[in-house]
């Protein structure tokens, strides 16, 4: 796998072997916009996201080469190309992260090292991730 510098980098001092890489064309969702209060129900998911954690698997999943979600470990690098500056950088990991389980890792408690870059791309908006099994343990 031909990996940018920086990655190599990353996952290198990680000691982590990279496996995959998802690329989608569509603008980074923030946590802020995946939950509504409900009267009576709680915290509920709404339509957009949703629908965004659809399109979010069916990248990952035309993206993957494994049949089964990968077990163990994990580290993930994680490039957002937002359309505007001024947004926040851990905000669009949790939606992410919870519909990539299933499809590309079984839980994502196994994420147990991850890196975030964020650039404007006024034009193209996108997420990029790299992931790779740990090769080391932590307990």
Known sequence: MN??????DIFGAWKAVPIFRISIPHEPLSVNRIYRRGRGIGLYKTKE??????????YAKNAIIFKEPLSGPLALHYTFGFT???????????????CLQGVVYIND?????????TIVSKDTPFVLIWGGRLEETED
């Open 49 to 58: 996201c949703k629908e965004y954690q659809d399109y979010i698997r069916h």
């Open 109 to 117: 408690k196994q994420i147990r090292r991850f890196a975030v870059e």
């Open 84 to 98: 505007r500056r001024g947004r926040d950088a851990d905000n669009p990991i949790k939606p992410i992260a919870d």
């Open 3 to 8: 990996l940018p510098q920086t990655i190599s």
